[in-house]
Protein backbone atom coordinates (compact mmCIF):
# COMPACT_ATOMS: atom_id res chain seq x y z
CA UNK A 1 0.00 0.00 0.00
CA UNK A 2 1.41 2.80 -1.05
CA UNK A 3 -0.01 5.38 1.25
CA UNK A 4 1.84 3.03 4.08
CA UNK A 5 4.92 3.95 2.68
CA UNK A 6 4.04 7.48 2.83
CA UNK A 7 3.46 6.90 6.86
CA UNK A 8 6.68 5.15 7.44
CA UNK A 9 8.45 7.81 6.00
CA UNK A 10 6.68 10.14 8.32
CA UNK A 11 7.32 7.90 10.82
CA UNK A 12 10.03 10.04 12.46
CA UNK A 13 7.63 12.84 13.05
CA UNK A 14 5.50 13.09 15.59
CA UNK A 15 2.29 14.50 16.17
CA UNK A 16 3.12 18.18 17.83
CA UNK A 17 -0.45 18.19 19.92
CA UNK A 18 -1.93 15.36 20.97
CA UNK A 19 -5.23 16.81 21.06
CA UNK A 20 -4.82 17.90 17.42
CA UNK A 21 -6.36 14.08 16.30
CA UNK A 22 -9.14 13.30 15.76
CA UNK A 23 -8.71 15.38 13.24
CA UNK A 24 -11.93 16.62 11.05
CA UNK A 25 -12.31 17.57 7.34
CA UNK A 26 -14.04 20.79 7.65
CA UNK A 27 -15.79 19.98 3.86
CA UNK A 28 -16.80 16.65 3.99
CA UNK A 29 -16.57 15.98 7.75
CA UNK A 30 -14.68 12.92 6.93
CA UNK A 31 -12.57 12.16 10.33
CA UNK A 32 -8.86 11.05 11.00
CA UNK A 33 -8.66 9.39 14.40
CA UNK A 34 -4.73 9.24 14.30
CA UNK A 35 -1.65 10.71 12.90
CA UNK A 36 -1.34 7.37 11.61
CA UNK A 37 -4.54 7.49 9.40
CA UNK A 38 -4.02 11.17 8.69
CA UNK A 39 -1.26 10.20 7.10
CA UNK A 40 -2.06 6.73 5.12
CA UNK A 41 -5.84 7.57 4.72
CA UNK A 42 -4.99 11.15 3.00
CA UNK A 43 -3.21 11.79 -0.56
CA UNK A 44 -0.04 13.64 -1.53
CA UNK A 45 -0.45 17.18 -2.89
CA UNK A 46 -1.38 17.21 -6.70
CA UNK A 47 1.08 18.07 -9.34
CA UNK A 48 4.44 16.62 -7.37
CA UNK A 49 3.88 19.70 -4.76
CA UNK A 50 5.83 18.83 -1.41
CA UNK A 51 3.66 17.98 1.67
CA UNK A 52 5.99 19.29 3.95
CA UNK A 53 7.03 22.78 4.89
CA UNK A 54 9.42 24.00 7.31
CA UNK A 55 8.11 26.32 10.15
CA UNK A 56 8.73 27.35 13.81
CA UNK A 57 6.22 28.03 16.78
CA UNK A 58 6.53 31.33 18.41
CA UNK A 59 8.96 30.44 20.76
CA UNK A 60 11.50 29.37 17.55
CA UNK A 61 11.28 25.77 18.03
CA UNK A 62 11.32 23.98 14.84
CA UNK A 63 7.91 22.41 13.34
CA UNK A 64 7.05 21.01 10.02
CA UNK A 65 3.66 21.47 8.63
CA UNK A 66 2.47 18.86 6.66
CA UNK A 67 -0.63 19.25 3.95
CA UNK A 68 -2.15 16.33 2.39
CA UNK A 69 -5.82 16.03 0.60
CA UNK A 70 -8.72 14.36 1.75
CA UNK A 71 -10.92 12.02 -0.09
CA UNK A 72 -12.57 14.58 -0.97
CA UNK A 73 -10.18 16.77 -2.09
CA UNK A 74 -9.87 19.50 0.50
CA UNK A 75 -6.49 20.23 1.75
CA UNK A 76 -5.47 19.68 5.49
CA UNK A 77 -2.68 20.73 7.34
CA UNK A 78 -1.51 19.48 10.60
CA UNK A 79 2.00 20.40 12.61
CA UNK A 80 4.74 17.56 13.80
CA UNK A 81 7.68 17.85 15.56
CA UNK A 82 10.74 18.45 13.22
CA UNK A 83 12.48 15.28 13.19
CA UNK A 84 15.96 16.58 11.61
CA UNK A 85 19.05 16.58 13.66
CA UNK A 86 20.84 19.91 13.50
CA UNK A 87 23.89 19.01 15.04
CA UNK A 88 27.01 18.94 12.61
CA UNK A 89 26.77 15.18 12.77
CA UNK A 90 23.13 15.34 11.38
CA UNK A 91 24.33 18.06 8.68
CA UNK A 92 27.23 15.73 7.44
CA UNK A 93 24.78 12.75 7.55
CA UNK A 94 22.41 15.03 5.09
CA UNK A 95 24.74 15.98 2.67
CA UNK A 96 25.96 12.07 2.52
CA UNK A 97 22.61 10.96 2.17
CA UNK A 98 21.51 13.75 -0.74
CA UNK A 99 25.18 12.48 -2.59
CA UNK A 100 23.99 8.97 -2.47
CA UNK A 101 20.44 10.01 -3.43
CA UNK A 102 22.12 12.05 -6.70
CA UNK A 103 24.62 9.46 -7.49
CA UNK A 104 21.47 6.90 -7.75
CA UNK A 105 19.28 9.66 -9.50
CA UNK A 106 22.11 9.69 -11.75
CA UNK A 107 21.94 6.08 -12.42
CA UNK A 108 18.03 6.39 -13.46
CA UNK A 109 16.71 5.02 -10.24
CA UNK A 110 13.22 7.22 -9.50
CA UNK A 111 13.91 9.86 -6.34
CA UNK A 112 11.20 7.27 -4.52
CA UNK A 113 12.85 4.68 -5.08
CA UNK A 114 16.32 5.64 -4.39
CA UNK A 115 15.46 7.01 -0.98
CA UNK A 116 13.52 4.05 -0.41
CA UNK A 117 17.05 1.68 -1.07
CA UNK A 118 18.87 4.47 1.22
CA UNK A 119 16.52 3.81 4.38
CA UNK A 120 16.40 0.48 4.50
CA UNK A 121 20.44 0.36 4.47
CA UNK A 122 20.09 3.20 7.31
CA UNK A 123 17.94 1.13 9.25
CA UNK A 124 19.92 -1.65 8.86
CA UNK A 125 17.86 -3.60 6.19
CA UNK A 126 19.51 -5.37 2.93
CA UNK A 127 19.13 -2.91 -0.49
CA UNK A 128 20.05 -5.43 -3.64
CA UNK A 129 19.95 -2.30 -5.18
CA UNK A 130 22.97 -0.45 -3.46
CA UNK A 131 24.73 -4.08 -3.49
CA UNK A 132 24.32 -4.14 -7.10
CA UNK A 133 25.80 -0.53 -7.23
CA UNK A 134 28.62 -1.13 -4.70
CA UNK A 135 30.02 -4.44 -6.67
CA UNK A 136 29.71 -2.47 -9.84
CA UNK A 137 32.57 0.16 -8.83
CA UNK A 138 34.60 -2.67 -7.56
Known sequence: MKNEN??????GLTALVETSFPRKCSC????????????????????????????????GTPIVEVFRNCVCGSTLMDEFNCRRDESS?????RAQFDELLTQLQNENIPVDKAHEEILKVFYGKHSEILDFFLKKEN
Open 6 to 11: YYNYFK
Open 28 to 59: CGKVYPTAKQFLTETHQMPNGRSSLKSAQKED
Open 89 to 93: QGMKR
